[in-house]
């Protein structure tokens, strides 16, 4: 039987390696296009209802809808630490399927809520299978794409970022007007469910899909065997490229998570709009903040081609988008929509290119067996940073009604994290590991 299996997926191989090359490894990208998309569209609704919820829901108001973001990023910071191993042990395709399904299902839980606690059960729920997305994708491209291509295929996956960013403010009044806001829970958790279908019926190894020609899969494998090797935690913790990688995440993630899910409730808020108001503002912000990270990487790009060391070029372009943070400090002080609008926008979008650059630095510094357990160490620094922000920002609106000290935090929070890094790494030098 083994034997006859593998006959049969050679015939079907060179069946579709005649004469042509097969694109198998671009449905993969898509399929994890959609995946980060419906990722940030179930972080999303919370986001865009919670102003909404506080006259539905005992209890709800911006400090304990504070805590309920605090559980699903405490919840992210511990999955980011255990996603990237057990993806490594359980395979791609496992690790994936059980991912999405734990957040799927954690995403339509809010539509039988009924307190604040099931709320935050279900964000903590949602966190924990939604921290494995990044680490999952990033391995399924390493394993489908050669180096040459894979900077594009993450660009094009991680893009549906702020897709689903667009998505929510799009679909979810309406689903609210058909199937009341319970529904909308419920409807978009089930996005994830029809995904997992697809990727189950869909995802293989390139060695042993169907569909993957000769030629394509030849060109997977193109790259030299690397050698593999492991490098304990406790090899990278204590080093100081470690600690200024991590501090950059802690002190600017949560300003990407304010925007996520305190901007819509700031605009319903200061504006007076209605769920279906607030679409097109949270629509166009984040129009403009697709451009930030493809800003952002070809700014260090440019300067690396021109000859300029990674040191400059990665601090340099950071330093740009810091600036171009500055004005959101504006933003509370201005009473015309659109104005904010705008200045939010390029705010979000220069956290974008901030962010591109930032992650590039430990791969910069440090041996490749290293950089996973470095980011997974940024990433919970980060989700750390996140879950202080969140709380902070629900007592700071509950008792000064003002969010003029959350947008001082945004607009200052990307030069201090710079002058860290470069205090702590004036060279960006690659790190000194020892086995």
Known sequence: MATRGTTSDSFFRSLGSANRMSHQRWVVCTLLFFATV????????????????????????????????????????????????????????????????????????????????????????????????????????????????????????????????????????????????????????????????????????????????????????????????????????????????????????????????????YLQSTFGLSLAADRLPLVVVYSIATVGSIGGGWISSRLLRAGRSANVSRKTAMLICAFCVLPVFAAPYIHHLWVVVTLVGVAAAAHQGWSANLFTLPSDVFPKAAVASVIGIGGMSGAIGGALLQVTTGYIVKFTHSYVPMFVIACVAYLLALVIIHGITPRLAPARIES
């Open 38 to 265: 419906i990722a940030y569209v179930d972080r999303g609704v919370i986001a865009y209802l919670e102003k909404f919820l506080e006259s539905i829901i005992p209890g709800l108001n911006s400090v304990r809808y504070g805590y309920i973001l605090a559980a699903f990023q405490v919840a992210y910071a511990v999955g980011m630490l255990a996603a990237g191993g057990l993806t490594d042990k359980l395979g791609t395709r496992r690790a994936f399927a059980i991912a999405i399904g734990l957040w799927s299902v954690a995403a339509m839980l809010p539509g039988a809520a009924s307190s604040v606690v099931t709320f935050g059960i279900a964000m903590f729920l949602l966190g924990l299978g939604e921290a494995a997305n990044f680490p999952a994708c990033i391995k399924t491209v390493a394993e489908w794409f050669p180096r040459r291509e894979r900077a594009l295929a993450t660009g094009i996956f991680n893009s549906g970022a702020n897709i689903g960013n667009i998505v929510v403010p799009l679909v979810v009044p309406t689903l609210v007007v058909l199937v009341t806001w319970r529904g909308a829970f419920v409807i978009t958790g089930g996005f994830g469910i029809v995904w997992l279908i697809c990727w189950l019926i869909y995802y293989r190894r390139p060695e042993t899909h169907r569909s993957v020609s000769r030629s394509e899969l030849e060109l997977i494998l193109s790259d030299p065997v690397e050698k593999l090797e492991t490098i304990p935690w406790r090899s990278v913790l204590p080093r100081r490229e470690t600690w200024a990688f991590a501090i950059g995440k802690f002190l600017t993630d949560p300003i990407w998570w304010f925007y996520l899910f305190w901007l819509p409730r």
